[in-house]
């Protein structure tokens, strides 16, 4: 492997792939083996063969954590490549569960909620799965494509299947607060506070709960807690800001509120930024 990465650098890459295969063939039950192989591929701008080895160290039982987390970052740098190799493996193996929630992950995290979807669904009904976290993942597609019966549909279910998990519970009170079932909506985000009080995300829906109930007070508290709690996620600034400018009529404060998320270390490119908003609105 280190031949290998010599190679590399020296523009040498004939050589540095025998190296690197040369590694695989004498460890090919090593799932580390197949990552380390990736990575020398992926620094060559093979992105396709180093989708190929992270899915086999995938299907591996002792790494298969560290080449995810891998395959998922390099989704961001070559999505196309990422799903073509999982979308391949899977016509080999079409009955592996496993294959379809990663590319179903993967699609979700790019917002390709239909695609996702469509993985998830096929686990449920061709593969009966019937695992909570699925529904869950399926909800949140749902609420994104604006499909919120549905979607609350399927997060019921992942609370049947488990009723103790905060997200859950959050998912399900802005599904409500979407079909303006206000009252049920804050007895969800309760739920989710009492089983973790330090839960910023159901303080902030929460806060957008009482904020469409007109109770502005309220809602201007909650979302000064969440961002004590969270000090460095630009939705809950966007979220009193929102509320100080549009409902308590003070623009100032506001102003302060958005020009503190262009502050915060984000990548401009980065949709989580919210910066697009904040810019906007100043």
Request: with cysteine; hydrophobic share 40%; charged share 20%.
């Amino acid at each position: 492997i280190g031949l290998s990465r010599i190679s590399v650098v020296e523009d040498n890459y004939a050589v540095a792939n025998e190296f690197a295969d040369n590694a695989v063939d004498i460890n090919p039950h090593s799932s580390d083996m197949y990552i380390r192989r990736a990575s020398i591929r992926k620094s060559m701008g093979n992105n396709n063969g180093a989708v190929e080895d992270l899915i086999i160290a995938i299907s591996s039982n002792d790494n298969n954590s560290k080449a995810l987390s891998e395959l998922v970052e390099m989704s961001k740098l070559d999505y196309a490549a990422v799903i073509n190799g999982l979308s391949n493996a899977i016509k080999q193996a079409p009955k592996v569960s496993s294959l379809y929630y990663i590319r179903g992950i993967i699609a979700k995290s790019h917002y390709k909620y239909t695609d996702a979807l469509d993985d998830f669904n096929t686990l449920i009904h061709d593969n009966q799965q019937n695992y909570h976290g699925i529904y869950f993942e399926i909800a949140e597609c749902l609420y994104a494509l604006s499909r919120y019966n549905d979607g609350l549909n399927s997060i019921n279910i992942a609370i049947e299947l488990k009723a103790d998990n905060c997200k859950y519970f959050e998912l399900k009170a802005k599904l409500l607060i979407a079909l303006e079932q206000l009252p049920e909506s804050l007895k969800c985000c309760d739920i989710a506070i009492e089983n973790n009080s330090n839960y910023t995300p159901a303080i902030s829906t929460k806060g957008l709960c009482y904020e469409n109930m007109g109770n502005y007070t309220q809602a201007y508290s909650l979302y000064g807690e969440a961002l004590l709690n969270e000090a460095h996620n630009p939705y809950n600034y966007l979220l009193r800001a929102h509320l100080l400018n549009a409902y308590l009529n003070k623009p100032n404060e506001a102003k302060i509120l958005y020009e503190r998320i262009l502050e915060i270390n984000y990548d401009d490119n980065n949709a989580e930024s919210l910066k697009g908003f904040a810019y906007l609105a100043l």
